[in-house]
């Protein structure tokens, strides 16, 4: 049973527009959210995330929000590049764990 | 740093056949864990170790076998290969704490088994 869904497998955008990517989760136990990105042939590196405490966090181009009523984030990214295609997958974890759960991933193709 | 060292990259393996991944940080992270990426099914977690000794299972441990002997090392054996642990394998480690800590990854292993 998957407990953090990306229900976009994939998204094109054109470069200088704004890229929402959405994540649900379904475990009320999660309190920290996480999104990393991919390229090809490399692993994961991390890229933004937040506490339940918030409903919003902002790095530079990349600002996540929380819903927690509707268990879901988003990522979005604005002003998108084509250096920004890559999948990203967002993860979840609840309370003092180390363990993250991570969802399906969606692949962002931005295109010049 | 070197970070986290995976070998190999690339792995082709018969059914039945056993085979070792190795996994390797730098950092003195007491956390680490083996991810597989499929299509469709995202990163899952295998197995992870929250120190020396100490293994715990994941959401798809079976057919996979862990230990940590040191804190550095962190390898996952596949004990009887099958043709649905065709993936690509990713190790990570972090400092313990909770998940506020960063994980990092390693490159990847391409495991084909035939």
């Given at each position: 049973d998957q407990q953090v869904k990306q229900n976009s497998p994939s998204l094109s955008v054109q470069e200088g527009r704004i890229s929402i990517l959405n994540c649900d989760y379904t475990n009320s136990m999660?309190?920290?959210?996480?999104?990393?990105?991919?390229?090809?042939?490399?692993?994961?590196?991390?890229?933004?995330?937040?506490?339940?405490?918030?409903?919003?966090?902002?790095?530079?181009?990349f600002t996540v929000f929380l819903n927690k009523s509707a268990k879901h984030l988003s990522l979005h990214i604005v002003p998108s590049q084509p250096g920004d295609s890559a999948v990203y997958f967002c993860a979840a974890a609840g309370g003092a764990t180390n363990k993250l759960i991570f969802g399906t991933g969606t692949l962002l193709a931005v295109q010049p | 740093n070197a970070g986290v060292t995976q070998t190999p990259k690339f792995q082709v393996l018969k059914t039945g056949q056993s085979m070792t991944l190795q996994c390797?940080?730098?950092m003195n992270h007491e956390y680490m864990s083996w991810y597989r990426q499929d299509p469709g099914m995202g990163l899952r977690l295998i197995h992870y170790s929250v120190g020396a000794g100490i293994t715990d299972q994941g959401e798809v441990p079976n057919g996979y076998n862990v230990s940590r002997s040191t804190t550095e090392d962190f390898p996952l054996r596949l004990l009887s290969a099958a043709p649905s642990q065709t993936s690509v394998y990713f190790?990570?480690?972090?400092?313990?704490?909770?998940?506020?800590?960063?994980?990092?990854?390693?490159?990847?292993?391409?495991?084909?088994v035939l």
């Open positions: 999660f309190d920290y959210f996480l999104w990393y990105k991919k390229y090809p042939a490399e692993g994961p590196t991390f890229l933004i995330s937040i506490s339940s405490i918030k409903d919003k966090n902002e790095d530079g181009r | 390797a940080q730098d190790c990570a480690s972090k400092l313990a704490g909770g998940p506020y800590n960063e994980q990092f990854f390693g490159p990847g292993t391409r495991l084909t």
